[in-house]
């Protein structure tokens, strides 16, 4: 059982901890009229722990000094910082504490390692806006019917930070919900499953909902002239206004597709950002190919114009200047249907 110390009754008036460097709320010391124990079993030698990160509300001497045991550890010395917040306790002051709660005499009992303050994190779960938008998603279809998949939660203000107790694994649910169907505008209540944080501030939103289309995004940076791959990119849904005509959504039109410029990851890919890879080059020498049922005629010829994988380019035979159609099959290689038989006969 943690035992409360006399430091806040000898220190009363005065601030116990400094503020934290990032402007957070810092710990409180702790105010109590027990009496600190007689004789607490102590390490050899007392150092102090530079940081410190625990769950509960309490800052306690086991958690300030590693060793301590008993009734020594378990003394509370200060409050520890809000859900998720992070302060700073001061070395003189936690010094002050644990000599006027018995456990050092003197100053010099007690070693810092030469650092002038300790940093104490309170743990939490941060609750996300995903998390936020679920919830209300969830809401909507069992109160008003409203399937809201092809939707996204647009919350005024943004998100708000919220952190509930660690140890809480339960989704976000929705107390109370009011929808406008015209508008598609609402407000929720919500709250963790046994979150005391949530029951004293109850957290309130309002928004709307937006239509969202699927979109194409690279999931990495990517450089000009590189070919994407199925683990390049992702899809994701975002708010259809604003997107365009051009905005890819569908994998199969990116994959195997070669960056036309640099493209970042997260932002939308569009028709214009890529193109099909050209393995056949304007001026190339290509080899042109007929083949059919026990007949197979090669010559080559040059390339008039690029062409990827299936594109139909024209090629022309150096020697006899016959121009020639035929689609590219392969690296090099251009392909003519059977009707052009003749034709690649007297090209040659």
Avoid: C
């Amino acid at each position: 059982m943690i035992r409360l110390s006399l430091i806040a009754l000898l220190v009363s008036g005065t601030a116990a901890l400094a503020a934290s460097p990032q402007g957070q709320p810092a710990p409180v010391a702790m105010a109590s009229a027990v009496v600190a124990p007689a004789a607490p079993a102590l390490p050899s030698k007392l150092q102090l722990r530079p940081e410190i990160s625990l769950a509960r509300d309490l800052v306690t001497f086991g958690d300030l000094i590693p060793g301590l045991a008993g009734e020594a550890a378990a003394t509370a010395a200060f409050r520890a910082p809000a859900l998720g917040e992070t302060g700073t306790i001061q070395v003189a002051r936690i010094v002050e504490a644990a000599r006027a709660a018995g456990i050092v005499r003197e100053a010099g009992e007690l070693h810092s390692q030469g650092f002038a303050q300790v940093v104490v994190t309170r743990a939490a779960r941060r609750i996300t806006a995903m998390d936020l938008e679920a919830a209300v998603k969830t809401g909507l279809q069992e109160r008003f019917g409203v399937d809201a998949r092809i939707f996204a939660l647009a919350i005024d203000g943004g998100a708000p930070s919220v952190a509930v107790e660690p140890e809480l694994t339960g989704d976000v649910a929705v107390v109370d919900l009011s929808f406008d169907a015209r508008s598609r505008r609402l407000q929720a209540r919500l709250a963790v499953p046994g979150s005391t944080a949530m029951r004293l501030k109850p957290l309130r939103i309002s928004g709307q909902l937006v239509e969202t289309m699927e979109v194409v995004v690279p999931k990495r940076l990517i450089t000009r002239g590189e070919t994407l791959g199925k683990d390049d990119i992702t899809v994701e849904r975002r708010p259809r206004d604003g997107q365009g005509s051009e905005i890819i959504g569908d994998v199969r039109a990116a994959i195997d597709k070669v960056a036309r410029r640099a493209l970042l990851a997260g932002v939308p890919l569009r028709s214009s950002d890529v193109q099909r890879e050209e393995i056949v080059a304007k001026g190339d020498l290509v080899t042109i190919v007929y083949e059919a049922p026990g007949l197979l005629i090669t010559l080559r010829g040059r390339a008039n114009e690029a062409g990827a994988m299936g594109d139909v380019v024209s090629v022309t035979n150096p020697q006899s200047k016959r121009v020639l159609q035929g689609k590219v099959s392969g690296p090099g290689r251009v392909s003519v249907q059977p009707s052009a038989a003749g034709r690649i006969a007297s090209a040659q």
